[in-house]
C-alpha cells in the first residue's frame, strides 16, 4: 500500500444576491410568492457553479489534469480520444472503449457513470443499428418516449448509467488526437463512481448560506447566498474523456 499527500485548494467564494425593493412589497399582489423563490434559486445558481467546476476538471488549462491533444495512455489503453463516429461524433463503440480503458486500469466495475452532452443524445437517439426495433427490440419504446427522462437516460449502456448535462467542459480550439482532430469539441465523461475510487475529489467549506438584511438608505430588502468550496482531479486512472464535436446535429 502506498501513501502520500494530496493537495488541493478552496479556490471558489461564489455568491448570488437580488433584492425587493419596498416600493414593490407594497404594490405587487405576488410579493410573497416572489420572495420565496429567491432563496431556491440563488441556491440553483451555486449548485451550478459548483456542478462547472467539478466537470471542468479533467481538462482544465493550467492546472493538473488530462493533458490536451493526447491519448493519455495507462495501462496500454487511451483514456483521451475523439469520438470514433463520422464526424467525430459518439458511437456505442465509444463507450466499450471506456469500459475496457477502466478494466485496463483496474477501476471497479461498479457505479459505472457516463455524463454526455445533450447533442450525444441526439446522435445516439438517431443510431439506426440501436434504435432499429426490429433488431434491438428492447430500444422499442426509445422511438416513442426518446432516451432521457431529466438528466439521466433511460437505457443502461454497455453498464454505463448515463446522465446528460450541459455544463460539460467546451474546447476552445480544434483538438488533434492518435491522428484524428475534433473542431468545436466537448469532453464527456465516463469513469466509476465507486465510493473509494472517486476521480474527483472536493470540499465545501461553506455550504450555501443565507443573508438578508433592510438597506434603508436604497429602501429594500437584500439577499444573498454565498458558498465557498474547492474541487481537484486526483485519480487519472478512473476517468475516460471522448471528444465529440458539437456542431454536427
Known amino acids: ?12 467564494y461564489k455568491s448570488s444576491a437580488t433584492y425587493i425593493t ?8 405576488y410579493m410573497d410568492r416572489l420572495v420565496s423563490s429567491f432563496v431556491p434559486k440563488q441556491s440553483r445558481a451555486i449548485s451550478k457553479s459548483m456542478e462547472v467546476s467539478i466537470l471542468k476538471q479533467p481538462t482544465p488549462a493550467g492546472v493538473a489534469g488530462q493533458t490536451t491533444a493526447d491519448t493519455n495512455t495507462i495501462n496500454g489503453a487511451e483514456h483521451r480520444w475523439v469520438g470514433s463516429g463520422t464526424n467525430e461524433v459518439i458511437t ?21 457513470t457516463a455524463i454526455v452532452d445533450p447533442s450525444v443524445e441526439y ?3 438517431t443510431l439506426t443499428n440501436l434504435v432499429n426495433v426490429s433488431n434491438n427490440p428492447r430500444w422499442e419504446g426509445i422511438v416513442n418516449s426518446g432516451m432521457s427522462t431529466g438528466m439521466k437516460f433511460l437505457v443502461n449502456i454497455y453498464g454505463f448509467d448515463v446522465w446528460v448535462s450541459q455544463n460539460l467542459h467546451q474546447n476552445t480550439a480544434s483538438e488533434a488526437i492518435g491522428g484524428v482532430t475534433s473542431t468545436v469539441g466537448v469532453n464527456n465523461l465516463f469513469f466509476s463512481a465507486a465510493p473509494d475510487v472517486l476521480p474527483i475529489v472536493g470540499n465545501l ?13 436604497r429602501q429594500r430588502e437584500e ?9 481537484k482531479f486526483f485519480r487519472p ?10 456542431d454536427q446535429v
Not at 419596498?22 to 399582489?29: H, I, L, R, V
Not at 467549506?205 to 438608505?217: F, W
Open 223 to 231: 439577499y444573498v447566498t454565498t458558498a465557498r468550496y474547492g474541487f
Open 123 to 125: 446522435e445516439l437517439s
Open 22 to 29: 419596498e416600493k414593490m412589497k407594497q404594490d405587487s399582489f
Open 205 to 217: 467549506r461553506q455550504p450555501p448560506k443565507v443573508d438578508s438584511e433592510y438597506n434603508k438608505d
Open 1 to 12: 500500500m502506498d501513501t502520500g499527500n494530496f493537495t488541493f485548494s478552496i479556490t471558489d
Open 237 to 246: 486512472e478512473n476517468m475516460c474523456v471522448v471528444v465529440t464535436d458539437t
Open 92 to 112: 456505442a463503440a465509444d463507450f466499450a472503449k471506456a469500459k475496457y480503458a477502466l478494466q485496463k486500469a483496474n477501476v471497479p466495475m461498479t457505479n459505472l
